[in-house]
């Protein structure tokens, strides 16, 4: 059984940092991609990272890239959102997911393409 569990939310003050896990159990992260997404209250849940377990291959909306890294390690079967930089714009829950048939690429993401999600973890900027 696929489960995914976020960690890694919190309060950070505007221009502040943090890191969020995904710890995925009952597979490996070796198939297809694992994203990031997010969603604020009253707003439609955003892609803000993908990477495609093939070959390392990462996306990023324009919102969020040169700020937010995604990056995986295998060994510990979980995936790491390192945000920097945060803006008021960018409180929202944070969901893990995955699909073994995705690729990651420049046309975006949408959630209907993630057969997978863990539960969210909350992030809040504030001063």
């Known amino acids: 059984q696929v489960q995914l569990v976020e960690s890694g939310g919190g309060l950070v003050q505007p221009g502040g940092s943090l890191r969020l896990s995904c710890a995925a159990s009952g597979f490996g992260l070796d198939y297809g991609a694992i994203a990031w997404f997010r969603q604020a209250p009253g707003k439609k849940r955003e892609g803000v990272s993908c990477?495609?377990?093939?070959?390392?291959?990462?996306y990023y909306p324009d919102s969020v890239k040169g700020r937010f890294t995604i990056s995986r390690d295998s060994t510990k079967k979980t995936v790491y959102l390192q945000m920097n930089s945060l803006k008021p714009e960018d409180p929202a829950v944070y969901y893990c997911?995955?699909?073994?048939?995705?690729?990651?690429?420049?046309?975006?993401?949408?959630?209907?393409?993630?057969?997978?999600w863990g539960r969210g973890t909350q992030v809040t900027v504030s001063s």
């Open positions: 990477i495609s377990t093939s070959d390392d291959s990462t």
């Open positions: 997911a995955t699909d073994f048939d995705y690729y990651c690429s420049e046309s975006g993401l949408e959630e209907t393409d993630f057969s997978s």
